[in-house]
């Protein structure tokens, strides 16, 4: 039990070593290739503004921030970092990155924690100071800290440590530890067994020897660095490679080449938001323009370079983009361009103490000086030249100032100067040894080399393409999917659009029904004297009551009425000829579409009912169509019904011992507004001051006519 509780936490602590181990890498990866969104993800899960002077503070400032100490001050390490990489947007810029040191500063205690100030420290007075000397002092001091450490935070740190280092000395033209640093940052980066940091260094390492015209090696590194990003998929590291090719098919003289590759980088950086390398782009673009002799072009291009760095605050590069403005108007001899654009580069290199910039500068002004014949101008830059590069141990530089000195000299005719001049450069030439950066390598050598280099692009290509039709083919899938379960989805929708179609239909004739016969009824009647009906024009309307049968449910029952019913609709039908539809039980109505009179319906339908020895009284109220004469004025035909309802009223007041129909025609000069709610009382007047025609079978003095005004139930309708 005893061992195998051993086994269990060995175990346990191997899989919590390896997660690290794993989740460190994965933050130097995330550090390199997408800073910005790193920068914005762990600036949002600290509150600022943080203070504390001591270890006691800032363990409590990590508790209030929810983080044991060893987590917040990993996450301020890695904002300090983020603050310091080109291509950060931050709101304060460098302010932020010396806050954070400081306050690491306070807390440092490790080996590790101190040369991570240390390193910071180098980084800051690096990127904000250009002290690149001093920069290094940091550098070489945080390595000294961990110099014998293995741990993996130990080991990522050293191999940060030494890509800065390679580029600082790179930087200052000191090519031999430059070269050194590099070699080492790549064998770290082989003992960490990672492929993306592998590759960065192959990169670094293509870089150095590209800048040492050793065209030969960088293109073995770079091949080597192709080759391994096909393993992954890292836009940021990608299109980087391509702008460092771009600079090697440059100095290859390969044109088209060079500037395929500018192109396709800045595409990928303007898609990535790096607007730091998409000026590098646009400086590569105008070097292959101007080394075609295409100055104007380069011109543009160099000037969208300086919009780029302005709307960024680089002012360096604003200053290395001035000096190549510079030197692209001296190729067009515009030479009082070359020199405004010269000294404002001046002014930038001075500020900035960058003196290895600026000795190429003082040595380019000195050639528009010379071309102008200002020997007093050319004397004066070139001993500046002269003095920084014998600072900076430049020995190629040294000899070119000393060479616009000493033809500056002759110009102005002292001699002296020009003989002292001279046996320097005799001096110089004697003590520098073959600084030949590429040696004689057979052709065949750096064609092997392009191959490999194209051929391992050409299969990263081919694996971007296998992964994008990868992707291609699992979106189809998924769209298929998504369009068969949208065409199921639609098929069922529209099948219960169908089946809820039939069923409105059916409710929709449901209502036109009589409830217990299932005839047609008053819905049904009120729908075919609209006047949108398809049905014939209506001529006539006919209201027909069996007194007899209108309580013929409460009497015999309602299988009975309903047979009853039935029984006189189809007589009313078979003797008429028009539609009949059923009000009530005892009632029906008639709508005639041929002129017909109303005792001639009368006359019918009593030849029907007793032809079928069905002895009954009924009484007709009966109207013709259009009441009004202007046959544009409509009546609702609830109003019609209602008309006709009046008529079988005064029929049902006539004596009951034989059938009766009363008729009611409005004369021409009848106004609309006789017909209008309540209706009853509207005609009851018109028919007093004979404004509606009567006409019935019987004495017109008989009639009854319902009386609205002594109905002592019409006050109800106020609760309507």
Request: with cysteine.
């Amino acid at each position: 039990m005893h061992k195998f509780i051993v086994i269990f936490v060995t175990l346990l602590i191997s899989i919590s070593v390896q997660t690290l181990a794993a989740d460190l890498e994965i933050e130097e990866i995330e550090l390199r290739e997408t800073p910005q969104k790193m920068y914005d993800r762990l600036n949002q899960s600290i509150s600022f503004p943080i203070s504390f002077k001591n270890r006691e503070q800032f363990e409590r400032a990590a508790q209030e921030q929810g983080y044991s100490p060893d987590e917040f001050e990993h996450i301020l390490q890695l904002l300090a970092r983020l603050n310091l990489e080109p291509n950060v947007k931050t709101k304060v810029e460098f302010q932020d990155a010396n806050s954070l040191i400081e306050l690491l500063t306070s807390i440092a205690q490790t080996p590790l924690e101190q040369a991570t100030v240390a390193m910071l420290k180098g980084r800051y007075i690096g990127r904000t100071e250009q002290k690149y000397q001093e920069a290094i002092a940091f550098y070489n001091q945080a390595l000294s800290h961990i110099n014998d450490s293995v741990d993996l935070g130990s080991m990522l740190l050293k191999h940060t440590i030494h890509e800065h280092l390679g580029l600082l000395h790179l930087v200052i033209r000191q090519d031999v530890p430059a070269l050194m640093h590099f070699h080492t940052y790549r064998d770290i980066a082989y003992k960490l067994r990672n492929d993306y940091l592998i590759a960065a260094a192959e990169s670094k390492l293509g870089h150095y020897y590209n800048k040492n015209q050793q065209l030969t090696k960088s293109l073995q590194h770079y091949s080597e660095a192709v080759r391994l990003s096909n393993r992954s998929n890292y836009p940021s590291m990608k299109t980087h490679l391509q702008l460092q090719l771009a600079k090697v098919y440059r100095d290859l003289k390969q044109w088209d080449e060079a500037l395929k590759n500018a192109h396709e980088a800045a595409a990928g950086f303007k898609k990535l938001g790096n607007d730091t390398y998409l000026s590098s782009c646009m400086t590569v673009i105008a070097m292959v323009y101007g080394e075609q002799g295409d100055w104007n072009r380069a011109i543009d291009y160099y000037l969208n370079a300086q919009q780029l760095d302005a709307k960024r605050g680089n002012y360096i590069a604003q200053g290395l983009n001035f000096h190549n403005l510079g030197q692209a108007y001296s190729h067009l001899n515009d030479n009082v361009n070359a020199l405004k654009y010269l000294l404002m580069a001046n002014k930038i290199f001075t500020d900035k103490q960058s003196h290895h910039y600026l000795v190429y500068n003082e040595l380019l002004i000195g050639e528009i000086a010379q071309s102008k014949q200002d020997w007093t101008l050319m004397m004066s830059h070139a001993e500046h030249a002269l003095a920084l590069a014998s600072n900076l141990a430049l020995l190629d530089e040294q000899k070119s100032a000393l060479t616009q000195i000493a033809l500056s000299a002759e110009k102005m005719q002292d001699q002296a100067k020009v003989i002292s001049t001279q046996k320097r450069i005799i001096e110089l030439n004697n003590t520098s040894k073959n600084t030949a950066k590429d040696p004689a390598v057979a052709a065949s050598v750096l064609a092997e080399q392009q191959l490999k280099l194209e051929l391992n692009m050409v299969q990263g290509k081919l694996n971007d393409a296998i992964e994008s039709a990868k992707e291609t083919n699992k979106l189809l899938a998924l769209s298929g999917v998504i369009l068969t379960l949208l065409v199921i989805a639609i098929i069922a929708l529209l099948n219960q659009r169908q089946k809820s179609r039939r069923q409105n239909e059916s409710l929709l004739q449901l209502t036109l029904e009589e409830p217990f016969t299932h005839h047609k009824g008053y819905a049904a009647l009120l729908r075919d004297l609209g006047p949108n009906t398809p049905h014939t024009r209506t001529t006539a309307l006919a209201l027909i009551e069996f007194r007899d049968h209108l309580m013929t449910d409460l009497n015999h029952g309602q299988y009975f009425a309903n047979a009853i019913t039935c029984q006189l609709a189809s007589h009313i039908s078979n003797s008429l000829f028009m539609p009949v539809y059923v009000i009530r039980q005892g009632l029906f109505a008639v709508r005639f579409t041929e002129t017909v009179d109303p005792q001639q319906a009368l006359t019918q339908l009593q030849q029907q009912l007793d032809k079928n020895a069905f002895t009954a009284i009924f009484n007709l109220g009966f109207i013709n169509l259009p009441l009004l004469t202007k046959t544009e004025i409509n009546i609702a035909p609830k109003l019609l019904f209602e008309t006709v309802q009046m008529a079988l009223a005064g029929a049902r007041s006539l004596p009951s011992n034989t059938c009766h129909y009363v008729s009611l025609r409005a004369l021409d000069f009848v106004p609309p507004t006789l017909f209008a709610d309540p209706l009853f009382l509207h005609l009851e007047k018109g028919i007093e001051r004979g404004l509606i025609r009567v006409e019935t079978n019987a004495m017109k003095e008989d009639i009854v006519w319902p009386c609205w005004e002594n109905n002592q139930n019409r006050h109800l309708l106020g609760n309507i």
